[in-house]
């Protein structure tokens, strides 16, 4: 293993294990935080190797960085006090009869300076595992599958201790139902169903080499859908069901012929597994999903009523925004007394609505060439010629897009162990040509040198000396080659 491997995972993990917080500024984030400074150590090191396509990713990376310190840089009264929406802060002073201080775009450079570093996991991540080879990506997807069974028997466990257990990690949470690492169970069920694809890609090693990758891979499929039923969310049974039936494409592209290489025992799997996976779904919250799906339940919702507030702050403060991080403190002006629900709106249930609000035109900008960028990720996915390649890229598009789409109800993306998923799938995206070039240069070298060592037995008249027992030895070891 490269350091940039094990740095890469080191972070992924504590994303994972410490990112599931909803509001940041938790101690649970500055850790997670402090321990991707490894993984930027590694790369700062490693910079040179990656070539210039590395360069332009670190450029937009640090463009993207310096939006937020933007936002905080101090402005004399006269220039903040004319940006759209901030003349509703300069009354207030006004009103108390006190001078008007020096500010920032950001109506809290405080928040705005914590949703800055909050950055550092998900962009460390990204960078990391984009120098990594596909090998390495594979073992950390692996890591990533290790985590998603983890959360469903950390789900259980919190089921049967009550609503008390001293495993949920989060003051602030969801007590009726698992959770897992996460202290929101829509943000459990996003990490399980982006991990559906991830494991179609994992296992398509094992399918293709008859190493019981089907069985496997089926057996993960009842896990996650045993977790997505213990979190009781609507967006669980949704998501789930596209990631399922997306993964099943994935795996079936170019391979119809493997349905009649399959035999009978790989049926009864499939079989005993839709049953199992039917009677988990009866007995862990199906019903209870489906109720809260009904359309009285969905048009009650206070999510139409925080999107329309959302809307009128966002036209407010276009087109420099409020400042990132900064959506709770500027929503209760805008709330209106129709508008008010029974609780603390911490975000706006729509990520691309809260982004447009605290980033302005930037924000905007960000969220067209995210749709762009899937679009030619797609494009490319179809051209590609290489059906390992293609599995993984296809995944990691899939993953992604269903966190987007996710993302326009809810916030999955605000918690560090989600983003952390997206940034890997991202990074999939980008991944480095140089480097799957190295690796298929070595795969060849080691062709060559096998090649010419079994030549070496050949004599000119093309006869063949028999080796002795410690050549042969030697021809019949495996060669080393790094990752």
Known sequence: MRRIEIASGLAIAASLLLGGATQKGALSDDSVQLLCLPLLGCIILE??????????????????????????????????????????????????????????????????????????????????????GRRERRRLALLILAFGVATVVLEIMQLVQGQDSALRFYALTFRDVGVGFFANRNHTAAFLYATI?????????????????????????????????????????????????????????????????????????????????????TSFGLSGILARLSEEKIAADARWSVAKASFSAAEAF????????????????????AGIVPAFVNHAHNDVLELVVELGLVGLVVIIGAIVFAGLSAWRCLREGDATVATERSAALLVAILLFV??????????????AVFAFCGA????????????????????????????????????????????????????????
């Open 47 to 132: 910079y040179r190797s990656c070539g210039g396509s590395f360069a332009w990713v670190l450029f937009g990376s640090a463009i993207l960085a310096a939006v937020p310190i933007i936002q905080t840089i101090p402005l004399p009264p006269a220039v903040w006090t004319a940006l759209p929406g901030h003349a509703t802060i300069a009354a207030t002073y006004h009103s108390a009869g006190l001078d008007v201080p020096w500010s920032s775009i950001s109506v809290s450079r405080w928040a705005t300076t914590r949703s800055a570093f909050a950055l550092i996991p998900p962009v460390t991540i990204f960078l990391g595992v984009r120098m990594c």
């Open 318 to 337: 276009f087109p420099f925004g409020s400042g990132l991080g900064a959506f709770d403190r500027v929503y209760p002006v805008f709330e209106g007394a």
């Open 428 to 483: 999939v995206l980008c991944a480095i040509p140089r480097t799957e070039r190295r690796e298929a240069g070595r795969g060849g070298a080691d062709k060559r040198s096998e090649q010419s060592r079994r030549r070496a037995f050949t004599d000119a008249s093309g006869g063949v000396h028999a080796p002795s027992p410690a050549l042969r030895w030697r021809m019949s070891a495996p060669r080393r080659s790094g990752s």
């Open 197 to 281: 694809p991830i494991a179609a890609f994992a296992s398509d090693r094992f399918i293709r080499h008859g190493n019981h990758g089907v069985a496997l891979l089926l057996g993960y499929l009842l896990t996650a859908w045993l977790g997505l039923m213990m979190t009781a969310s609507r967006s669980a049974l949704l998501m789930g069901f596209i990631a399922t039936v997306g993964a099943a494409a994935l795996l079936m592209r170019g391979r119809m012929g493997l349905l009649k290489q399959l035999r009978v025992a790989d049926y009864l799997i499939a079989g005993g597994f839709l049953a199992g996976a039917g009677g988990l779904a």
């Open 406 to 419: 996710h993302s326009l109800w809810d916030y999955p993306l605000r918690t560090s162990g989600v983003a």
